[in-house]
Nanobody, 123 residues
Framework: QVQLVESGGGLVQAGGSLRLSCAAS????????MAWFRQAPGKEREFVAA????????YYADSVKGRFTTSRDNAKTTAYLQMNSLQPEDTAVYYC????????????????WGQGTQVTVSS
């Protein structure tokens, strides 16, 4: 059974930092692209970042480039999203997602999803 479990969300002031984790099980982690999406109230789910299966390539939405960094630890089968210089517009539920050998920014390309973790940035 495939399982993705996010953690690390919370409430932070503008300018602060959070690190999200996504622990994966039930799949061969080294075959997976791990991605992060977010969904704010009343908005569609949007791509945030992704890291390919070997960790050699990363992709970011323009809105987070230079502030967020995604990484992975294959030994721990865990992906991370380090979020710095957080702004109120970053407030959303953040989801991790997994896809086999993908480099997509499209949510429809990701078959496996976590339950989401709330990130709230106060001004």
């Amino acid at each position: 059974q495939v399982q993705l479990v996010e953690s690390g969300g919370g409430l932070v002031q503008a300018g602060g930092s959070l690190r999200l984790s996504c622990a994966a099980s039930g799949l061969t982690f080294t075959k997976l692209t791990m991605a992060w999406f977010r969904q704010a109230p009343g908005k569609e789910r949007e791509f945030v970042a992704a890291i390919t299966w070997g960790g050699s390539r990363t992709y970011y939405a323009d809105s987070v480039k230079g502030r967020f960094t995604t990484s992975r630890d294959n030994a721990k089968t865990t992906a991370y999203l380090q979020m710095n210089s957080l702004q109120p517009e970053d407030t959303a539920v953040y989801y991790c997602a997994a896809a086999l050998y993908s480099a997509s920014r499209l949510a429809t390309e990701y078959r496996h999803w976590g339950q989401g973790t709330q990130v709230t940035v106060s001004s």
